[in-house]
């Protein structure tokens, strides 16, 4: 299996520009994570989906956050309008389902955004 | 609710040296404990995780022993290299929680 994939793995835009992060998930996988890690917050969970429909969102800082998982094999996440605290990386997980407390989380190499 | 809590880093090591990352938790229920590491530029990956108490959890020579009576899972190595310099992350996972719980992360730098 290729893993996560993730797109792009740099991205550099200008404040107020539409970002959009894309993740295929590990085939078979039926739950999916968005994070964002900086230096200061640490590694924060944003959203959390589970057989495509998200059931927390309580970590997506703001209304200019939204993610979205049409299908089981992908997902976005958008900022629109973007700012440079916005500046992260932002990583993509899958695992299979949860609740047995043994899951591993496979993660995606992550997208370096930089919001000049 | 549950916390994780890590050394903080960074832990600066010659080649060959001793490692310990302590770890220590709190955690409703009985959790699964996970080490994970973060090299350069690349995402997490699971490096080891122990189910249930006294579980030791081992891979590529590193340690990791799930303590109950002391709510810990540190992270041990004998000999560390080079290679080994990479961000080391202490995770938890209660049965019934769908969210993983991380800790902030130790930073290892290990010098020829």
């Known amino acids: 299996d290729a893993g996560v994939i993730q797109s792009p793995r740099h991205e550099v835009t200008e404040m107020g520009q539409e970002v959009t992060l894309r993740c295929k998930p590990i085939s078979g996988h039926n739950s999916l994570f968005w994070y964002r890690q900086t230096m200061m917050r640490g590694l924060e969970l944003l959203i959390y989906?589970?057989?495509?429909?998200?059931?927390?969102d309580s970590g997506m800082p703001e209304d200019r956050f939204s993610a979205k998982m049409p299908n089981a094999s992908f997902s976005t996440l958008k900022i629109q309008p973007s700012e440079p605290r916005d500046s992260a990386v932002y990583f993509c997980a899958s695992s299979s389902d949860p609740g047995g407390g043994t899951d591993t989380q496979y993660f995606g190499p992550g997208t370096r955004l930089t919001v000049l | 609710g549950d916390s994780v809590t890590q050394m903080e880093g960074p832990v600066t090591l010659s080649e060959e040296a001793f490692l310990t990352i302590n770890c220590t938790y709190t955690a409703t229920g009985y959790p699964s404990l996970f080490w994970y590491v973060q090299y350069p530029g690349e995402g997490l990956q699971l490096l080891l995780k122990?189910?249930?108490?006294?579980d030791k959890g081992s891979n590529k020579g590193f340690e990791a022993t799930y303590r109950k009576e002391t709510t810990s899972f540190h992270l041990e190595k004998g000999s560390v290299q080079v290679s080994d310099s990479a961000v080391y992350f202490c995770?938890?996972?209660?049965?019934?929680?769908?969210?993983?719980?991380f800790g902030r992360g130790t930073s290892l730098i290990v010098h020829p």
């Open positions: 995770a938890l996972f209660t049965g019934g929680s769908y969210i993983p719980t």
């Open positions: 989906f589970n057989n495509n429909v998200p059931i927390d």
């Open positions: 122990a189910t249930k108490a006294d």
